[in-house]
């Protein structure tokens, strides 16, 4: 009974293709997330979407276009792959509030070649 | 830029150990500490929450928090092989929503 689930776990493609990542969360919650977690793993913030309105952009190039169809689902398309976008895509869901734990998916590891 | 720092280590103690990580955060405001923990390649999982300045336990955790000092550390008794993981720092911005990460520390427990 997944709480957070991504498809697909694995993503190998060419650069200059355009890719989905699909994200639905069973948890009830208002908020949802992107971050991408680089080589280094270092965890960052893309977007966030807060009862499916964007709430939060950060400086991603705009290659990179989330859509929410309802508060459990929120998509990741990537157009024109570069060499610089392989890495970790995890989404996460949280309650929102104050006391904002956060609940991550399993992870989309993204190899653009 | 809103930044919240950690050192990278590795951090390495023996079993039965204490581990200690600490972590520093720059946005004042802010009102919502967190530690996750991360195995290769497995995703982050909460394992302390921390809203007041103090200590707050939780088994063999013990989460610290000094605003004043903008600090947080995350204490870890009688360290396992199993505990052997990256820990990330989160601080909840002033506003909520955006939550940030410090680089994680990487921790070893020898057996």
């Known amino acids: 009974d997944t709480a957070v689930s991504q498809t697909p776990k694995y993503l190998v493609t060419q650069m200059g293709n355009d890719k989905s990542i699909k994200c639905e969360q069973n948890l009830g919650h208002d908020t949802m997330y992107w971050y991408k977690q680089d080589s280094k793993k270092f965890l960052k913030i893309m977007f966030s979407?807060?009862?499916?309105?964007?709430?939060i952009n950060e400086t991603v190039p705009n290659r990179f276009s989330p859509k929410s169809p309802d508060k459990a689902h929120l998509n990741l398309h990537i157009n024109s792959l570069e060499l610089g976008d392989s890495a970790v895509y995890f989404c996460?869901?949280?309650?929102?509030?104050?006391?904002?734990?956060?609940?991550f998916g399993p992870g989309t590891r993204l190899l653009v070649l | 830029q809103k930044e919240v720092e950690q050192n990278s280590g590795p951090l390495s103690v023996p079993e039965g150990a204490i581990a200690s990580l600490n972590c520093t955060y720059s946005d004042r405001g802010s009102q919502s500490f967190f530690w996750y923990r991360q195995y290769s390649g497995k995703s982050p999982e909460l394992i302390m929450s921390?809203?007041?300045?103090g200590d707050k336990e939780d088994g063999r955790f013990t989460a610290q928090l000094n605003k004043a000092s903008q600090y947080v550390s995350l204490l870890i008794r009688d360290s396992q092989p199993s505990d052997s993981a990256t820990y990330l720092c989160a601080v909840l911005l002033t506003g909520g929503f955006k939550t940030i990460f410090g680089a994680g520390t990487r921790l070893f427990v020898k057996a």
């Open positions: 979407y807060n009862n499916k309105e964007l709430i």
């Open positions: 921390i809203y007041s300045n």
């Open positions: 996460a869901s949280s309650e929102g509030g104050a006391q904002e734990t956060q609940y």
